[in-house]
């Protein structure tokens, strides 16, 4: 990609007015957004964010590059298009737990196993806000909202492990109100080669306001929030007391001081611990007494299917020619209605 002058991220800021209510989580992602771009070192006439509906999708319109506001769930195809149509370009998916696991889940699991070279954020507040407040696919059961009056009996979508399950070579996980920690995983994901997955906890202060609050709240966070890093032990706790174990089945909870406890030392691997292990890690909770794991799951680089479409098209060519689209038209047989 072509590289440019030292950007700031005034320069990635638009005209238009940010139009989230006060508080909301989306301003965070934002923000941190608009820090990550510059150090990429492409031009902004490069980048293109490709949104759907929903109140993360308003993403494209603040920021100052090129943008589309789709229809409900298409971003994943029409952003597949772009890249496939122009490989030079870094494209970005903005979606909401709504807009990309609802009407837009088939599109995003494609896209994830095709593995072409998108970076997907998808901003999930467990609710659907812009239409002001109904049960969304990863409400929790039993939630009790505007079109669930009595409680969802729905059992919700775990976003991270559908992207491990669909082949995403990239897959992380990250929430608002830690700034740092988002801004690492938004520049990691953006830099891989390869479908990049980011599933951000972001509140929505009106409609599902605290959903998160064990794993943000000062008092609680340490408790509750298990930050995984490459090649470090999954340490947690009010005082890093905490770790984790694997008994052959399952994950427990066991003093971090290995030398008196005397089980083996669990180190997480960004790169390749496998399927099995990956999703046991996606499916821990707070909820069932068990840390909720933030940071990558996955980063592994396999083959890119824009690369490999484009060797195929050159290949084509070499063998062929370049083609005559009036000739594909009008040659041989022509069905006409009489």
Not at 80 to 99: E, N
Request: net charge neutral; hydrophobic share 35%.
């Amino acid at each position: 990609m072509e590289k440019t002058t030292k950007l700031t991220k005034e320069d990635f800021t638009s005209d238009q007015e940010t139009r989230w209510c006060p508080g909301c989580g989306d301003y965070s992602i934002l923000a941190q957004m608009k820090k990550v771009l510059p150090n990429l070192g492409i031009s902004r006439e490069n980048i293109v964010f490709v949104s759907g509906i929903g109140c993360s999708s308003r993403f494209p319109y603040y920021l100052e590059t090129y943008g589309i506001h789709g229809i409900h769930g298409r971003a994943p195809v029409i952003a597949s298009g772009i890249k496939l149509s122009r490989p030079d370009l870094k494209v970005f998916v903005i979606t909401g737990d709504g807009d990309g696991l609802s009407i837009g889940g088939n599109h995003l699991i494609h896209l994830f196993r095709r593995n072409i070279d998108i970076t997907i954020i998808l901003f999930n507040n467990q609710i659907y806000g812009l239409t002001k407040g109904q049960y969304s696919p990863t409400s929790e059961k039993g939630k009790i909202t505007k079109s669930s009056p009595y409680g969802s009996l729905e059992n919700p979508f775990n976003p991270v492990q559908m992207a491990l399950a669909s082949g995403a070579t990239f897959v992380a996980r990250s929430i608002d109100r830690d700034p740092k920690h988002l801004a690492a995983t938004l520049d990691r994901a953006a830099r891989h080669k390869g479908t990049a997955f980011v599933e951000v906890y972001q509140n929505c202060n009106i409609f599902n306001d605290g959903a998160f609050i064990a794993l943000t709240d000062a008092k609680q966070k340490k408790s509750h929030l298990l930050k995984m890093e490459h090649d470090k032990p999954f340490i947690f706790g009010e005082n890093n007391e905490n770790m984790l174990t694997w008994t052959g089945q399952k994950f427990s909870v066991i003093s971090s001081d290995a030398s008196e406890n005397g089980h083996e030392i669990l180190k997480h691997n960004e790169n390749g611990s496998g399927p099995a292990m990956e999703f046991m890690l996606a499916s821990l909770s707070h909820v069932d007494h068990l840390p909720t794991p933030i940071g990558i799951f996955r980063s592994i680089e396999i083959d890119t299917y824009d690369e490999m479409l484009t060797k195929q098209i050159e290949h084509a060519k070499k063998e062929k020619g370049d083609g005559d689209l009036k000739k594909l038209f009008t040659g041989g047989y022509t069905w006409m209605n009489n």
